[in-house]
Each structure stands twice: as structure tokens, then as C-alpha cells.
């Protein structure tokens, strides 16, 4: 009976070891992601680099978040340079989002509509 139970032990080990798969492990691979935009408002047009961001990855395709925009805006004939903050949408390679950007001196808080290309290591 001890012969038989460990015959039979061993041949479902056997069995089981032969009749798993390899498993797949996904790397991980860095690499650097730039976004480069425009957008418009009200008196007010900014030209945006993509900074840090949050997203989520809702497929393949598609990711969405909130992130920090480095920008050089033009408002009523005036230069500067403004980090704004954005919610945003990408869709492959294009980036939808809407800046918002805080101005002291008038304590009021602008935002605009933007579109963005990303260009990153393929």
C-alpha cells in the first residue's frame, strides 16, 4: 500500500511539473517621454511642455490624468512663463488637456484648452 500511494505521488509530480508552462515575465524598460502643445484661451494662448504627470492606463491606447505643464504663455500682449496644471487625455501619440494657471498679482486663476503631440522611445 506504501509502494502504491508513493508510485502514485510521485507520478502526479511528475505529471504536474511536466504540464506547467514557462512563465512569462514582463521587463521593465524606462524611458524618457516629452509632450510638446499649444493651447488657448480668453486673451491668453500658452505654448506647453509636458512635466511631471499622473496617469492611468486605460488600455494601449489610451491613458488619462493630471499633471504639471511648463509653459511660456502670451496674455494681452505680455510674455511669461507660468507652470500651469492640467487634467489630461491622451490618445496614442495626442494629448488633450486643459491648463489652469494661477496669476498672483491679480490673484484670478486662467485656463485654456490644449492639444499636444508626445514624442517618446518607441
Known amino acids: 500500500m506504501k509502494?502504491?500511494?508513493l508510485m502514485l505521488f510521485t507520478i502526479l509530480l511528475i505529471s504536474n511539473v511536466n504540464a506547467q508552462e514557462e512563465e512569462k515575465y514582463s521587463k521593465v524598460d524606462f524611458a524618457l517621454e516629452g509632450m510638446a502643445g499649444i493651447a488657448f484661451g480668453k486673451n491668453f494662448t500658452s505654448f506647453n511642455v509636458g512635466g511631471p504627470s499622473l496617469l492611468l492606463n486605460v488600455?494601449?491606447?489610451v491613458k488619462i490624468g493630471f499633471g504639471a505643464l511648463?509653459?511660456?504663455y502670451i496674455r494681452d500682449g505680455k510674455t511669461g512663463a507660468k507652470l500651469g496644471v492640467a487634467p489630461r487625455l491622451d490618445i496614442k501619440n495626442w494629448v488633450?488637456?486643459?491648463p489652469f494657471y494661477h496669476f498672483d498679482t491679480t490673484d484670478e486663476w486662467l485656463w485654456s484648452v490644449?492639444?499636444?503631440y508626445k514624442f517618446h522611445k518607441k
Open 59 to 61: 488600455n494601449q491606447k
Open 3 to 5: 509502494k502504491s500511494l
Open 114 to 116: 490644449g492639444v499636444g
Open 70 to 72: 511648463p509653459s511660456f
Open 96 to 98: 488633450f488637456f486643459v
